[in-house]
């Protein structure tokens, strides 16, 4: 295996990383709306994921800088052809923190909903807008023989991505769901239990036409493997979801996760974004890398920060690992 295979392996994973990570982060995001009840229990979701949402999104940073780095004719491409989908993921990402920090710095209602509204919105558009970018890089763009995305922004909002947009919303929303149970207590414990249920329901019929459709397009045994095991991990996160053991049903949810996301980089391997106009002007693995001296470069440094980066988020999510509940919640004083 060459070093812009292993770069390509190794983005895959940070992708996965990513997915698995800011899915849950996403899906309490949407669930703000769907599950809570009232302000306490939506501070109570919020709370959940407080301590680990910004550490989350360095999977996402991580991600781009070494596709920019590994591969910079794909980072170039994809980045200009898929403009504006990706400027609004990053504006939500933007507003979705700001909101998480300043819907706490006052007590007015009017200004506590606002921000809520912005954190329900800003999970729902990148959970959506991120499934539609990767099913259209899958499923291939029209890149001329320049490496140039010549399509428009229409374009890219075809069938197969809007089901690809519609699974990673499903699939992160039951993710979190998940996640809310295993770390909620009392009754929106149970009820995130119920949601769970509805939405992976959803997800499952959602999940299976969309990988179905993927491996007929342009799978093998590899992605065949990958979306099996997909399909039940899902059904294994449901069946541990409705016997109440939250441990292994968000196990088994971010195995759902790793597979599908891993099933869709199999699918494009040695591509990194198949051409519609002509299968010779793909960008590939190989075409689309750095030098050879810039990727053995890369491989030293990410062999000596990658194992710290992971303890680290590994203490985090030890040290804020316990339940919380409307009980953990202050009293809202009254405004002024």
Known sequence: MQLHDVWFVLIAVLWIGYFFLEGFDFGIGVL?????RDRAERRVLINTIGPVWDGNEVWLLTAGGATFAAFPDWYATLFSGFYLPLLIILVCLIVRGVAFEYRAKRNGERWQRNWEQAIFWTSLLPAFLWGVAFANIVHGVDIDKDKNYVGSFWDLLNPYAILGGLVTLSLFTFHGAVFASLKTAGDIRLRARAVALQLGLVTAVLALVFLSWTQAHQGDGWSLAAMVIAVLALVAALVANQLGREGW?????????????????????PDVMPSTLNPDWSLTAAN???????????????AVFTPLVLLYQG????????????QHIPAVPADH
């Open 32 to 36: 703000t709306k769907l599950l809570a």
């Open 249 to 269: 049903a968000f196990t088994f949810s971010g195995l759902t996760i790793v597979a599908a996301v891993a099933m869709l980089f199999l699918s494009l391997f």
């Open 288 to 302: 689309a890398a750095s030098s050879p001296y810039t990727l053995k470069l890369m491989t030293v440094v990410a």
């Open 315 to 326: 203490w985090t999510y030890w040290v804020f690992r316990r339940r919380i509940g409307v």
